[in-house]
């Protein structure tokens, strides 16, 4: 158990709707991580946040958003959900410091039909 | 731009033999390296880093990797391979605090 914790587990939803995917870090990180994954694509960085704040920025679509809250969890938000937007999407957590790892969650498995 | 390169999409091995699973990477700057492990519907398991100091580095599971700057490689290695070692392996960097970097990933699978 990395200590990271996404609900839900899996996401079924249509075209067209929007969902949230949330994530909890491990106890003391204070940086989220989001990553998509999908076949084709491989392991994509979506977005980074540190203490509430935005750190980086990797290829998230406008439909996407994301937010860190004052007790560090994590949410992303998916609108006008695409077939293609069916993948996996993980969360991880690390302390600050560029030479530790991150611990991942175990994904929510989002398909949209 | 940091980036990470996984040249083989799928390692095959026998049982017992040796394995590598090779990355290149391009960083500005000090490089902070990583090897993760994904078993099928997991998430992805930290393997061993690389932050400064001996270029041979031990993790979990009996992996170890040999960070060679001249190469910018960090190719991950394990003397005996095992079945339960099947897996997709994942190469990543860091540097100053930006987002961690994924190579597109290795298929290790290791044959009986």
């Known amino acids: 158990d990395s200590g990271v914790t996404q609900t839900p587990k899996h996401l079924i939803t249509a075209t067209g709707q929007r969902v949230t995917l949330r994530c909890s870090p491990r106890?003391?990180?204070?940086?989220v991580y989001w990553y998509q994954q999908s076949l084709d694509q491989g392991l994509q960085f979506l977005i980074q946040y540190y203490n509430g704040e935005e750190r980086a920025k990797g290829n998230i679509l406008e439909r996407f958003s994301a937010q860190q809250f004052p007790d560090l969890h994590s949410e992303l938000n998916l609108s006008s959900l695409e077939l293609g937007d069916s993948a996996l999407y993980f969360c991880a957590s690390s302390v600050v410091q560029e030479n530790t790892e991150a611990f991942f969650g175990q994904g929510t498995r989002l398909t949209v039909v | 731009a940091q980036s990470v390169a996984q040249p083989e999409d799928q390692v095959n091995v026998a049982e017992g033999n040796p394995l590598t699973v090779k990355c290149t990477y391009s960083?500005?700057?000090?490089?902070?390296l990583f090897w993760y492990v994904q078993y099928p519907n997991r998430g992805l398991q930290f393997l061993l880093k690389y932050i400064t100091g001996d270029n041979l580095v031990k993790g979990s599971y009996g992996f170890e990797a040999e960070f060679n700057k001249s190469q910018t490689s960090f190719h991950l290695k394990k003397p005996s391979a095992l079945v339960s070692d099947s897996a997709l392996y994942f190469c990543?960097?860091?540097?100053?605090?930006?987002?961690?970097?994924f190579g597109s990933g290795t298929q290790l699978t290791v044959l009986p």
């Open positions: 106890s003391g990180d204070l940086s």
């Open positions: 960083v500005s700057g000090n490089p902070y």
């Open positions: 990543a960097v860091r540097d100053s605090a930006r987002q961690l970097t």
